[in-house]
């Protein structure tokens, strides 16, 4: 019986080694994984359609979203919480009118335009978090604001992105996934608040008597798996049973540690994989033939992006200077927005073509928002500009 072991065995050494390639270059790792798989894709078709790869692949998909909640420190903005929300829900609702405006330009659909909406409008914490490491901002006034913001943009995107699933499963746009969008937010944090996380701690308090770090972290999984499963079960998607165990997880005392080793898991095996069979479908005979579509999207979605996040911070009290800054980390695309792009191809609602050419232009901006960010960063704030009434 063939389990399709070679399969994942040139797959994962391809994307170990893209991603170590990049990394040495300053690049997203990320980047350097779909590289490797989109070159495996064309040396090497049948990975395209292994089984094998796509049953990893969707464990990666979930243990990186567990991992993500799990390492969320709300503590540190809860005080301004509800001002960054409303930030982040002006900025989704600013992209999603631009998509809507010109789809006729990128010849859209409007089932098209809302995956593409769900696909960008998440912004990578890891690769802003890194770039500001690496520039020792991350304690800066702006530095504060972008992780503060993206702590709440990725918990929106995941909800937006379980919201626009349910929307092209049924194949209909009504109030009633809008309405389930915002039912879910309002979920999420109930389920945020010290009710859930006793029960929580209290089972985790219980096991950790065995004193046993594998027996967490196996029932850590068993959780997250089973949420998965419930949330599935009443016509939501699996991710955001997922995502709730996730942060009722991260605020236990056991978390830090049960992280560490899942990050040890996924990364060294699953999360790779799944960045790289995302490259397995693209065309380079389609992003060739559209390459004039290419250029326009990258610019197009860039300027949207940019625009649809500096008005909500200018908004916030930042002056422009420093809302510019902000802006520019918030630039570079979430990984959940590759998963959208594959739902929307697994259901039809993108083309491979057009998969293939949103693929190269998260592959762009990924590589060109960190270089841009960390030139803006440069510009020193005028002191007329250094206002102290930012809300965050």
């Known amino acids: 019986m063939n389990f399709g072991l070679w399969e994942i065995a040139i797959l994962l050494l391809a994307a170990k080694?893209?991603?170590?390639?990049?990394?040495?270059?300053?690049?997203?790792?990320?980047?350097?994984?779909?590289?490797?798989?989109?070159l495996m894709g064309v040396l090497i078709t049948s990975l395209a359609g292994s089984a094998t790869?796509?049953?990893?692949?969707?464990?990666?998909?979930?243990l990186l979203i567990l991992l993500t909640?799990?390492?969320?420190?709300?503590?540190?903005?809860?005080?301004?919480?509800?001002?960054?929300?409303?930030?982040q829900a002006v900025s989704a609702v600013i992209i999603y009118a631009l998509l809507?405006?010109?789809s006729s330009v990128f010849s859209l659909s409007l089932s098209q335009a809302l995956v593409v909406w769900a696909a960008i409008f998440g912004s990578s914490t890891a690769i802003s978090a890194r770039t500001l490491i690496a520039m020792d901002s991350i304690s800066t006034r702006?530095?504060?604001?972008?992780?503060?913001?993206?702590?709440?943009?990725?918990?929106?995107?995941?909800l937006l992105i379980s919201s626009v699933i349910n929307v092209i499963q049924y194949q209909e746009v009504s109030v009633e996934p809008i309405l389930k969008l915002v039912l879910m937010i309002v979920g999420t944090f109930v389920v945020m608040s010290r009710y859930g996380s006793h029960f929580i701690r209290w089972l985790f308090n219980s096991v950790r008597i065995f004193r046993l770090e594998e027996a967490l972290v196996a029932l850590t999984l068993v959780l997250a798996f089973l949420a998965g499963a419930v949330t599935e079960a009443v016509g939501m998607t699996s991710f955001l049973g997922i995502m709730l165990i996730g942060v009722l997880i991260s605020r236990t005392e056991q978390s830090r540690v049960i992280a560490e080793k899942?990050?040890?898991?996924?990364?060294?095996?699953?999360?790779?994989?799944?960045?790289?069979?995302?490259g397995l479908s693209v065309s380079l005979v389609a992003i060739a033939e559209n390459a004039r579509l290419l250029l326009l999207l990258f610019a197009a979605l860039t300027g949207i992006r940019f625009l649809a996040y500096l008005v909500p911070v200018k908004l916030l009290?930042?002056?422009?200077?420093e809302s510019a800054k902000i802006t520019a980390f918030l630039l570079p695309m979430s990984e959940y927005g590759l998963l959208m792009l594959s739902i929307g191809v697994d259901y039809g609602v993108l083309t491979p073509a057009l998969y293939s050419v949103l693929i190269v232009v998260f592959i762009l901006v990924n590589i060109l928002a960190p270089m841009l960010a960390i030139r803006l960063f440069r510009i020193p704030t005028p002191r007329s500009d250094r206002r102290g009434g930012a809300w965050i």
């Open 100 to 102: 809507v405006t010109f």
């Open 262 to 278: 899942i990050s040890d898991l996924g990364e060294a095996f699953f999360i790779p994989i799944f960045f790289a069979s995302l």
């Open 317 to 321: 009290g930042y002056s422009f200077v």
């Open 53 to 62: 790869i796509q049953l990893v692949a969707q464990l990666g998909i979930m």
């Open 17 to 38: 080694i893209g991603g170590s390639i990049f990394q040495r270059l300053r690049q997203p790792s990320l980047a350097g994984e779909l590289i490797a798989g989109i």
């Open 142 to 158: 702006e530095g504060q604001a972008v992780i503060g913001l993206q702590i709440i943009n990725g918990i929106i995107e995941l």
């Open 69 to 87: 909640m799990m390492v969320i420190d709300l503590s540190s903005i809860e005080k301004d919480i509800e001002k960054l929300v409303i930030a």
